[in-house]
């Protein structure tokens, strides 16, 4: 089966502090494409990165970083000295290449308070 | 540059009532199309995606339909809504397959 977990429902940190959000997925397919969205008060899902399956190295963007390990199955995305606002709920996501939908994990509720 | 248009906003609709969300997509053709809906407080749902004019594939079998009549615009659409129909939908597009989508603003829908 397809799926993916987001076990943090919610985390709320002091600004400043870096934070860690969780995702693990399942997939049979060996090609797959994994994302995270962040998705403001406002209610729009923003994209913020995509990452192949065959691409296993890191990303860093400014405080934004990703780590994506295969063995674990795990695309975690970290924010360093988190500002008030990067509080929103983050989701990870998956398509596998046999499909053409993209499933979404349940989210996590991100709040940075000052 | 491509823009995804989604609209109402907000809709407030009785039960038994009818219900049509549009969206269309600006700057690009033969996109994939995506209805999501989000309960409050919780994840995303996939509804409906399609991959070309008249084609629709439905993920949950419920209350709601789906029509794409051209190659940019995509229909969500329900004869006679319910009180679980309330939620927030978002109209999503992509390039093509295995590439990331992009999400209209949504519509907020309360059924009363």
């Known amino acids: 089966a397809q799926k993916v977990t987001q076990a943090q429902t919610e985390i709320s940190v002091v600004e400043k502090e870096d934070v860690t959000l969780d995702c693990v997925y399942e997939t049979r397919d060996t090609t797959y494409y994994l994302f995270w969205y962040k998705q403001p008060p406002s209610g729009e899902l923003v994209f913020l990165i995509r990452r192949n399956s065959f691409d296993e190295q890191n990303e860093i963007s400014g405080r934004y970083s990703w780590n994506f390990q295969k063995s674990t199955s795990s695309f975690n995305f970290t924010i360093t000295a988190s500002q008030v606002v990067d509080s929103a709920v983050y989701f990870c996501?998956?398509?596998?290449?046999?499909?053409?939908?993209?499933?979404f994990g349940s989210g996590t509720r991100l709040s940075i308070r000052p | 540059s491509q823009t995804i248009h989604q609209w109402p906003a907000t809709l407030v609709q009785p039960v038994g009532s009818p219900l049509s969300l549009e969206c269309t997509v600006e700057g690009t053709s033969n996109p994939n199309l995506y209805w999501y809906r989000q309960a409050a407080g919780r994840g995303l749902q996939l509804l409906f995606y399609?991959?070309?004019?008249?084609?629709i594939s439905s993920e949950v079998p419920q209350n709601l339909s789906a029509s794409r009549p051209q190659d940019r615009q995509f229909i969500l659409s329900s004869k006679k809504l319910l009180l679980s129909d309330s939620g927030f939908y978002l109209c999503?597009?992509?390039?093509?397959?295995?590439?990331?989508?992009?999400f209209g603003q949504g519509t907020r829908l309360t059924v009363v």
């Open positions: 399609s991959v070309g004019i008249g084609q």
């Open positions: 996501a998956l398509i596998w290449s046999s499909a053409s939908k993209i499933i």
């Open positions: 999503a597009w992509s390039v093509r397959k295995n590439t990331e989508a992009f």
